[in-house]
Each structure stands twice: as C-alpha cells, then as structure tokens.
C-alpha cells in the first residue's frame, strides 16, 4: 500500500473507517500526503488516531458550495489511476484520462456488454482499487441503475443475503468469490430471486462454474477478459444469433471462451517473430491490443515504450476463433513449457475444480531435467470432503491428453490470494521451494 501512495506521489487520501487500522500502519511511510480524509461525519471521527492532518469528509467539503458547474477542459485530462493486480511481479500504474473512462463506460454498457439499464440492481463485488471496479461505477451512473456495494464481507453468506434483500440483478466479480457464494449455496440449498446475469472475470471462469450458474441458479454467466491497461473490459462473451439454436452444451463450451472484442477494441494474436496468426480457435499466440481506452504506457513511462507497432502486448496466450472469440490459453509466465510443448495452467485447474471435492486449485510448473517443466496441481479441499492424489490424477483421465496430465497433487489449507482475489502463483512457488517432484510418476507421463 505504502509503496503505491508513493509511486502515485497521492496527496490526500480517503478512505473508509474500517480501513482506519491500515492507514494507521502506514501513513508514517507516506510523506507526499497532506491530508488523511476519512470517510465519515465529523462527530464520528476517530479520536486519538495518531495520524496527523486527519480529517472526516464532512468537515472537508463542509464550507464548499452545494452547486458544481462542470468545466470545459481537454477531455485527454487524466482521471484516475489504477495499479495493477500484482499477480506475476509488482504493481504497475495505468493512468486514465475523461476520454477513455466514458468511452468505455459507453462501451460497457452495450446489450453484448454489461447490458446495463435503469432497471438493474448492480453489485459490483469486485473492489473499486480492482480496475475502478471494472468500470462499474461510471457505467452505473450512465444508465441510471441502482448501485450496492457490499463492504469488506466478501463470504458466500454475507453477499448471497445482500444479492437478496437488494434485488440485485447484475453482479460482477472474480472467480474465487463465486466459488465462495456457490458453496453457501449448494451447501444450504438455496435458489437466487432476483439475480439475472454476472460478469466474471480477472481470471479464467472454470466452465464447472458456468455450468452451475446457468443449469442450478438460471444465472447468465459473462465470461470476461480485460486488465488494468484496458480500463479493463476487452472481450465479454456472450451468444450469437445463429448459435442460440445449438445444444445446451454445445452452448457452453462457446460461453466457456472469454468472448468477442467489445466495439473499440482491436486484438490480434502474433508468433514469437510479430507475425499475424489466424483466427481458426486452435493456433495461439502472444495477444496484442489497441484502442481508445487501452493505456499507450506506464505512468512517468515506467518501464519504457511497451507498444510493438502500436499494439499493446497483454502478456496473455490466447486463441481466436472464426466467429471472433478469444480463449485465453493461459498468462505467459504460467503456460508450462514441457518438451517443447506448451500445456495451459488454466486447462489443468479447470478440470480440477470440476471435481466435487475441490474447492480451489492452481496449476504451477516444477523444474525437470529432461522435459524442462512439469505441470503439478496444488488442491484446497470443499470443507467436509475427500479426496485422494491417486482419485484426482484418475479424474483427469480422458479430460486432456496424458501428458499434460499433472505429475503430482499436493494438498494445502488454502492457496494464496492477493488482494484482488487472484491466486498468487508468485507466493505459491515460493512456498514450495525445496518441493521435488516424485520421479515415478514424471516418466510415466513423459510427452514421448
Ligand atoms: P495482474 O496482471 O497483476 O493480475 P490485472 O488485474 O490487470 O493485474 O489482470 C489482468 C490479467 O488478468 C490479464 O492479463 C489476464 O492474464 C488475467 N485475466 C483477466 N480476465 C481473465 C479471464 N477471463 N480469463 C483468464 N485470464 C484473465
């Protein structure tokens, strides 16, 4: 936190009391800021905070005028700024201007998009830090929809009551906070009133949890993809005409993809040489991007020019389709690299998630001298439930190809997450440093 407050050089900062504990940990590391602004009426103010130049909301805008006339000014003036997760190395800074934050509003809110209107309840449980809460709050305000947030309870049974005596229609969040509502759920047989369609995205929805949305709960899963470079949305995925007559699960495996470009969004995928590869679903390559809201570099140029000709390069493995759907293959640190050959982390997680016993499973690759990598799967078990290394190795069978099925489960009580609810495969490698892989099972599964 300290080391964002001062790379972005902030000089006020507000923040909510349940935060107060935080800001008190940091704010002597923050020398830029002059004011701490707490969110709050002047007689709940907390007394004795030790943090200088504290004050509450209130009394801040107390002697403003209650009128506002909106200036005219460049629209390529800045107006926030985000950093990035921080999933795969330090956090890096996006800075967004008034142009590209209501194009993207605009954008987000298309009936192929969020499909956002004045008659949707929306619950962002995403966080405002995570991408301005994808965007949701301009959006919101654009359309005129009931906004809720839900604070710092993220568990399946404080958002499953929210989503309930709030009539949400809409929610948007990662898939870890899912998981936690569809076990509160499925544990407690429970059935949404109100709840139409969810955004999922910020990382891979397992089609397991598609699956339970659409056939259990009757919600319309958005599988979508973005960054914070993107401001984030970039693809949403959501059926075309001619495809709406095909199979449920025909339907599914579509639904499953991230999805098509949002109008304003160009994407290309390219080889290791920059060359244009096609969009036949089954080639992948390193995924570029442009557009208005698509960020052309780091804040104080962090990092240097990070375009190639222009495009924007994601990080992201992907495939394209015919129809324009994008799969992401994987983030191009995490793709395994086995005797030459690539196998998607994301692939092996998903399968692990469809088994019943598994609550949250990252795929990492672990060190071996003849194939370079070999992928292992790190399990967390549903609470009350059991599963064995050799049951779950078994249920791969005949889900992926034998070599790309895992050399080893290792189970742990949780697997780490960062603040936005992302698995941290950083932490996770770090953990299971001096882990060695059990020799019998990596030549039976060789690539050979
Ligand atoms: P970080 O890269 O530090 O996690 P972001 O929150 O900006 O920060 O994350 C953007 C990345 O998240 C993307 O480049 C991609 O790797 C991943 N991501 C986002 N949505 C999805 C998705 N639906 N499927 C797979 N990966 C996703």
């Not at 405002?128 to 949701?136: L, S």
Request: charged share 20%; with cysteine.
């Amino acid at each position: 936190m300290a080391w964002i407050v001062n790379h972005a050089q902030d000089e006020v900062l507000c923040f909510d009391t349940s935060f107060l504990l935080l800001v008190q940990a940091v704010h002597a590391r923050c020398p830029t800021v002059r004011k701490w602004i707490a969110l709050c009426d002047a007689d709940k103010l907390p007394a004795d905070s030790g943090i200088p130049n504290l004050l509450s909301y209130e009394a801040w805008i107390s002697d403003q005028s209650d009128r506002y006339e909106w200036p005219s000014f460049d629209e390529n003036a800045a107006s926030s700024m985000c950093y990035t997760s921080g999933t795969t190395g330090k956090p890096k800074a996006a800075l967004y201007s008034h142009r590209s934050t209501l194009l993207h509003a605009y954008a987000s809110a298309l009936p192929d998009v969020m499909r956002l209107s004045a008659r949707d309840s929306v619950l962002p449980v995403v966080p405002m830090f995570h991408v301005n809460a994808w965007g949701i709050p301009y959006s919101a305000a654009l359309t005129g929809c009931k906004l809720v947030f839900p604070g710092p309870a993220l568990d399946g049974k404080s958002v499953y009551e929210l989503i309930e005596s709030e009539g949400v229609t809409f929610a948007a969040g990662v898939p870890t906070v899912w998981q936690m509502l569809l076990g509160h759920l499925q544990a407690n047989d429970l059935k949404f009133s109100k709840l139409d369609r969810t955004v999922i995205g910020g990382a891979a929805c397992p089609p397991a949890m598609l699956r339970a949305f659409k056939d259990q709960y009757g919600v319309q899963v958005l599988h979508g993809w973005g960054m914070t470079e993107m401001s984030p949305l970039g693809t949403l995925c959501t059926l075309k005409n001619k495809q709406l007559s095909l199979p449920n699960e025909a339907q599914l495996s579509i639904l499953a993809k991230q999805g098509r470009a949002i109008f304003g969004v160009d994407m290309r995928i390219v080889d290791g040489k920059g060359q244009e590869l096609p969009w036949d679903g089954k080639t992948y390559g390193d995924l570029l991007v442009k557009g208005p809201w698509v960020v052309k570099e780091y804040f104080q140029g962090e990092g240097g020019n990070p375009l190639v000709e222009g495009w924007f390069p994601t990080g992201d493995v992907a495939t394209i389709d015919a129809d324009g759907y994008l799969q992401i293959t994987d983030r191009s640190k995490d793709v395994i690299k086995s005797g030459g050959e690539w196998i998607s982390s994301i692939d092996i997680e998903n399968i692990a998630v469809a088994h019943p016993a598994v609550a949250m499973a990252a795929c990492i690759g672990v060190a071996h001298p003849k194939w370079d990598e070999r992928p292992i799967v790190v399990v967390a078990k549903k609470p009350n439930t059991e599963v064995t290394k050799e049951e779950l190795l078994q249920f791969y069978e005949g889900k992926t190809a034998k070599w790309q099925i895992p050399d080893d489960v290792v189970f742990v009580e949780a697997i780490p997450l960062g603040a936005t609810g992302k698995i941290l495969k950083t932490r996770l490698r770090k953990q299971l440093k001096g882990y060695v892989l059990p020799t019998a099972a990596t030549t039976d599964r060789s690539n050979a």
